[in-house]
């Protein structure tokens, strides 16, 4: 509406400064359809940045910890990492193969579905995720164990697709594990 009344109002502005009225009628009609479609394609193609991301395309694939890249307080962190994430018919599934800094390996396995709360497996510190996704290029995770929280894990995609870093808090001990991935 406002772009509409601007035209108008240059129209407007020609009338009055010495233009004929047939000339400041052509220019209107001109003007009104150009600022028209301009402001209907305008909040297309700001938004296309994100809109070209999907971010399960983003996430699917093989994700190797980096290790040195990472930080984990107040530690030790694992030895290895690997996260494995696939679409099937129910969604994006995720499997994290860990190994611990004492030699065990854990294999974590559940849904990466955002909006809603999904059972993981592998685990005895949570049994329950559910991820909210915030852009097309990051997503936090409620992890719980019983109902109650367990921790937050916010994952974010570098924009080339290459990277991840998962940043994981704990609201009940000083847990601050930032978590530096590649996609292989």
């Given at each position: 509406?406002?772009?509409?009344?601007?035209?108008?109002?240059?129209?407007?502005?020609?009338?009055?400064?010495?233009?004929?009225?047939?000339?400041?009628?052509?220019?209107?009609?001109?003007?009104?359809?150009?600022?028209?479609?301009?402001?209907?394609?305008?909040?297309?193609?700001?938004?296309?940045?994100?809109?070209?991301?999907?971010?399960?395309?983003?996430?699917?694939?093989?994700?190797?910890?980096?290790?040195?890249?990472s930080r984990y307080?107040?530690?030790?962190?694992?030895?290895?990492?690997?996260?494995?994430?696939?679409?099937?018919?129910?969604?994006?599934?995720?499997?994290?193969?860990?190994?611990?800094?004492?030699?065990?390996?854990?294999?974590?396995?559940?849904?990466?579905?955002?909006?809603?709360e999904h059972m993981?497996?592998?685990?005895?510190?949570?049994?329950?995720?559910?991820?909210?996704?915030?852009?097309?290029?990051?997503?936090?995770?409620?992890?719980?164990?019983?109902?109650?929280?367990?921790?937050?894990?916010?994952?974010?995609?570098?924009?080339?697709?290459?990277?991840?870093?998962?940043?994981?808090?704990?609201?009940?001990?000083d847990v601050l594990?930032?978590?530096?991935?590649?996609?292989?």
């Open positions: 509406m406002f772009r509409v009344r601007f035209a108008q109002d240059l129209a407007d502005i020609s009338v009055h400064s010495g233009s004929s009225s047939v000339e400041a009628t052509m220019r209107a009609r001109v003007l009104v359809p150009v600022v028209l479609v301009a402001s209907l394609v305008a909040p297309v193609f700001s938004s296309s940045a994100f809109a070209q991301h999907d971010p399960e395309e983003l996430l699917v694939g093989n994700w190797v910890l980096d290790v040195n890249a307080l107040p530690g030790p962190p694992p030895r290895a990492e690997t996260r494995v994430y696939t679409k099937e018919a129910d969604g994006v599934k995720g499997i994290v193969t860990r190994t611990q800094a004492n030699g065990s390996v854990q294999k974590i396995e559940y849904m990466a579905n955002t909006d809603r993981v497996t592998g685990t005895p510190e949570y049994d329950a995720v559910k991820l909210r996704q915030i852009d097309p290029f990051t997503s936090e995770a409620l992890l719980t164990h019983g109902g109650a929280v367990f921790g937050v894990a916010t994952r974010s995609i570098a924009r080339n697709g290459k990277s991840m870093t998962i940043t994981f808090r704990r609201p009940d001990a594990n930032v978590a530096v991935y590649r996609k292989q």
